[in-house]
Structure formats: structure tokens, C-alpha cells
């Protein structure tokens, strides 16, 4: 397809499990970003990409939050040690660059919940 | 660091009545802005954006928005909306030319009523 894909589209997960949240952005896309919704709290910037390095993780809530990206495309999320409060819905955007002005395309997000 | 607020979290509008939403940005140097649009049920997409030029920025559906310097804002309006605009809009600035996250704010849930 031509867009950002993401999967699974819905995960359930007890508490204490770990979680791989995965993004594929569109082809030729350099950069990449994951964000988190929650209920009245807008997009909550995580990390981003450039290429597979990680300029700013300054968003990354906790250690238990990390990311990588391969080959420069697939990015995978992980959660380590769920709770609750990690319950959301995870979106991720991709950009032809990481220039400030560029348009971000998001997929369909990952919605979490954590029993 | 730049911040965006939207000063309404709801906005409810007659169908073919003209809106407003409401976005004012803080920043200390120059910014570029957008408005995002998340349709029920799907991902967002890219309503308009400014980054330089003419200050009336006109988008898809027949939004448009006028940046503001003196104020800070960047408000969203339409002068007639429709059944099919019901949906969340979300503000958000970047830092101009730079390599840089976008700062959204927490969007405005826009209810048409019939």
C-alpha cells in the first residue's frame, strides 16, 4: 500500500507483559515518528527518526519505552513491563525528511490496552 | 520551547454555519504551523500549514487559516460546515528550519449539529 501501516490495529495485554508495536512508513521516507493519544490529551511526541539514528528520544516516558528502526524503514516500538497508564493509542507518522516544514502522513495507530 | 494551545477541547456549530477554532502558539524564534484532521475512526491528515508567505493559507474542504504574528495565533476557520467536517483538529508548530519534532496541541473535537 501506499501509506503508513502499523500492527497489530488492537492489542490487549495484562499488565507486566512486554509489547512490540510495529510501523511501516511510506517507501522513501526518511524520517519516522511515534506518538501517543490519550483521551483529552492531544499527540504526545515519543521519538523520532532520521534515517536509523534517534536525534531525540526525549519524549520516551520512561526506560521501559525504547525503539529502533531498521534498514531505514520498519520501526518497532517496544513496552516493556506494561501498566496500565500505557494504555492508548500509539500512531506513527512518516516524512519525506525531517525538515521542519515537511507534511507527516500517519497510519491507522496501534491501540493499546493494558488489563 | 515552543507550546500550542487550543483554547476549546469541544465546538459545537449548527450544519452551514460558519467556525472558528481557536489556536495560539508560543515560540521564541520563527515557527511553521499546521492543522492536523483525525476523521472518526481513521488517522490524521494534513489540513493546511504555514511556512511562509502570504499569511491566509487556504487547505482541503474549504478550511483556511490566518497566521498571525502579533498575536500568536492561528486560528481555523470555514463559513459554512457540513455533516462530514464532524471530526478532531489539532494545531501544532515546529521551529523553523529546523530538524525538529512537531509540537501538537490537544486538539478540538468539532460536533456539527443538524
Known amino acids: 500500500g501506499a501509506g503508513v501501516s502499523q500492527s497489530p490495529s488492537n492489542k490487549v495485554t495484562e499488565k507486566g507483559k512486554d509489547v512490540e508495536l510495529r510501523c511501516d512508513p511510506i517507501s522513501g521516507h526518511t524520517a519516522l515518528y511515534w506518538y501517543r493519544q490519550s483521551l483529552g490529551q492531544g499527540l504526545e511526541f515519543l521519538i523520532y527518526?532520521?534515517?536509523?539514528?534517534?536525534?531525540?528520544k526525549s519524549g520516551l516516558p520512561s526506560d521501559r519505552f525504547s525503539a529502533e528502526r531498521t534498514g531505514g524503514s520498519v520501526s518497532t516500538l517496544t513496552i516493556q513491563r506494561t501498566q496500565q497508564e500505557d494504555s492508548a493509542v500509539y500512531l506513527c507518522a512518516s516524512s519525506f525528511g525531517a525538515g521542519a516544514g515537511e507534511t507527516q502522513y500517519f497510519g491507522p495507530g496501534t491501540r493499546l490496552l493494558v488489563l | 520551547a515552543q507550546s500550542v494551545t487550543q483554547l476549546d477541547s469541544q465546538v459545537p456549530v449548527f450544519e452551514e454555519a460558519p467556525v472558528e477554532l481557536r489556536c495560539n502558539y508560543s515560540s521564541s524564534v520563527s515557527v511553521y504551523l499546521f492543522w492536523y484532521v483525525q476523521y472518526p475512526n481513521q488517522g490524521l491528515q494534513l489540513l493546511l500549514k504555514y511556512l511562509s508567505g502570504s499569511t491566509l493559507v487556504k487547505g482541503i474542504n474549504g478550511f483556511e487559516a490566518e497566521f498571525n504574528k502579533s498575536q500568536t495565533s492561528f486560528h481555523l476557520r470555514k463559513p459554512s460546515v457540513h455533516i462530514s467536517d464532524t471530526a478532531e483538529y489539532f494545531c501544532a508548530v515546529s521551529r523553523w528550519n529546523r530538524d525538529d519534532k512537531i509540537i501538537f496541541g490537544k486538539g478540538t473535537r468539532l460536533h456539527i449539529l443538524p
Open positions: 527518526f532520521q534515517g536509523n539514528s534517534a536525534p531525540d
